[in-house]
């Protein structure tokens, strides 16, 4: 039996985060993942994230993405690694459009989320986004929205970094390790793996896909898992989809739930494409079939094609990635409700990469000093065990 001041379960976004700023705090910690981060099991992988300030789910998140790019610039100075591309960012919709991630008016939600925190942008006329960047072909009766210090993140490189400097400040890291049982008591809580139980002050568990199978309860019954593909097409001037000629985007083309698609300038090869489906479950140990070039034409002919001028069919590549989604796709950033030394950090409903740092460094104030600098109260565990409870929540 091993004892440590904090065990971090998970080590992708949110774990690697976490154990960072505990190590900077001086906490004995340890950090253990079943697989060795950064790898491609999870949802921090695939070469590239969004990263924007004003957030369209809503303002409680702003704070989180305004701080973490912050953090991010001060993992550049300490690693002397790029890890953040300011690039720029376009949101296209209509204000009557359905939802994104669970709330609708996603681009008046965005523009008023940039007024309140006064987060530098523009709101452009169609024609003005397709005279600046002509890969774009709008109807002309869209809102557009423009951040340029919106970006993307390269997620591998973001963990993998935060554990390299987590470790060098005096963090232990347990890979290839599969946690079996998380408890806690009044005194301590405990973790047990297939190699060896563990006892810390406070354990937090990060662990994603993972969260609901481990913890069970009302984790289990509330939480979905959702693969989601990313793909890479060609095209025919690559040149013109680099920055700064082409920004990250997100754009609602029309009022279905699948009316939606995103993507990346190019980082290596080929533009990043992908859309999101909340249909198809998977656990997060199922063995996930390899996107087929059937799936890459359908992407294109229902997202890309007659909107992006210059884009080929032909796709180079495709990943899946999971989106472990709560009811409503709000985060969960809480002490467990029936464990006091157990911090659940995660799932965050697959917008939850660029809050990451921030979360990170919110719940290492959160285990040390009984409280975060950042508001958690919207990320309660309350709000997953009232819908957990409700059969026909979702």
Not at 77 to 102: C, K, M, N, Y
Not at 183 to 197: E, I
Not at 296 to 312: F, H, K, N, P
Request: net charge neutral; glycine share 10%.
């Amino acid at each position: 039996m091993k004892s440590h001041d904090v065990i971090v379960v998970g080590l992708g976004a949110m774990g690697s985060a976490t154990l960072y700023q505990l190590a900077r705090r001086g906490i004995a910690a340890i950090g253990i993942d079943r697989f060795a981060p950064p790898h491609d099991r999870g949802s921090s992988h695939g070469e590239s994230r969004i990263t924007r300030q004003a957030i369209g789910e809503g303002e409680e998140y702003v704070p989180f993405a305004l701080r973490s790019h912050e953090i991010w610039r001060g993992l550049e100075a300490e690693s002397g690694r790029s890890l953040f591309a300011p690039v720029g960012g376009l949101i296209i919709g209509r204000r009557t459009d359905a939802g994104i991630h669970g709330h609708a008016d996603f681009i008046g939600r965005t523009i008023a989320a940039a007024k309140r925190f006064r987060i530098e942008h523009e709101v452009l006329a169609p024609g003005d986004v397709m005279a600046r960047y002509p890969q774009f072909q709008l109807d002309g009766d869209e809102t557009c929205y423009y951040e340029p210090g919106a970006g993307f993140l390269r997620p591998e490189l973001c963990v993998e970094t935060q554990l390299n400097l987590a470790r060098a400040r005096g963090a232990m890291v347990r890979t290839g390790e599969t946690v079996l049982r998380v408890s806690a008591d009044a005194t301590s809580a405990t973790v047990v793996t297939n190699l060896a139980t563990y006892t810390a002050n406070s354990v937090v568990v990060s662990a994603g896909p993972w969260i609901g199978p481990l913890l069970g309860g009302a984790y289990a019954s509330a939480l979905r898992v959702y693969p989601q593909t990313l793909y890479w097409f060609a095209v025919e001037a690559p040149a013109v989809f680099t920055p700064p000629r082409f920004p990250i985007f997100i754009w609602r083309h029309g009022v279905g739930e699948d009316d939606h698609f995103y993507g990346f300038p190019i980082v290596g090869e080929g533009v990043k494409l992908a859309t999101e489906q909340f249909s198809q479950t998977v656990g997060a140990d199922e063995v996930r079939e390899s996107p087929s070039p059937a799936d890459a034409a359908r992407m294109y002919e229902a997202q890309v094609r007659g909107r992006l001028a210059g884009v080929s069919p032909r796709h180079i590549r495709a990943v899946t990635c999971l989106y472990t989604v709560t009811p409503g796709f709000g985060f969960v950033i809480d002490r467990h409700p029936d464990w006091e030394r157990v911090v659940v950090a995660s799932p965050c409903s697959g917008h939850g990469f660029k809050h990451s740092a921030a979360i990170g460094e919110a719940i290492a104030e959160l285990v040390t000093e009984g409280r975060s600098a950042l508001d958690l109260s919207p990320f309660s565990m309350a709000r997953v065990r009232a819908y957990g409870n409700t059969p026909n929540s979702w």
